[in-house]
């Protein structure tokens, strides 16, 4: 499934600017592949220091993933990971992961 993201107004189009469209069905290969070991099959997190993926934002998964690239969110673990992304990929991973739906329960 393709979903087209529209450029943002000009003002945030700099820090936000996202490639035309994602690719979900590569953002879950690439996510099976090289994320899953730690953020579980379906972004539930596997470990107990990783953080759950599925249902955040889109916007934010992608922002953290270039901000790791970046080296301006340091990490020694998803900083090596994030290194060779390309903006498709990390437009990719992040719309598999924001499409996945969580559901929220009061506390017992
Ligand atoms: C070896 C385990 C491991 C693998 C593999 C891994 N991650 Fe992570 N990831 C982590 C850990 C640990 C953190 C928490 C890092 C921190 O404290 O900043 C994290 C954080 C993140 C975050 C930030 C989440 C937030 O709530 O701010 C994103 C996004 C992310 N990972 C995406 C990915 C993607 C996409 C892949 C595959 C390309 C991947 N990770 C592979 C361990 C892993």
Redesign the pocket.
């Known amino acids: 499934m393709r979903i087209l993201t529209l450029a943002c107004a000009a003002g945030l189009a700099g820090a936000l600017a996202l490639p035309a469209a994602a690719d979900m069905a590569a953002g879950k290969a690439?996510?099976d592949m090289?994320?899953?070991?730690?953020?579980g099959a379906q972004g539930i997190?596997t470990?107990p220091?990783?953080?759950?993926?599925a249902g955040?934002p889109q916007m934010?998964?992608a922002e953290?993933?270039k901000n790791?690239r970046s080296g301006k969110?340091?990490?020694e673990?998803?900083g090596v990971?994030?290194k060779p992304?390309t903006d498709q990929?990390?437009e990719d991973?992040?719309a598999w992961?924001a499409s996945l739906q969580v559901e929220v329960r009061e506390a017992k």
């Open positions: 690439k996510a090289a994320c899953a070991v730690c953020h997190a470990l220091n990783a953080p759950n993926l955040q934010y998964l953290q993933l790791y969110r340091t990490h673990v998803m990971i994030a992304l990929e990390i991973t992040s992961y």
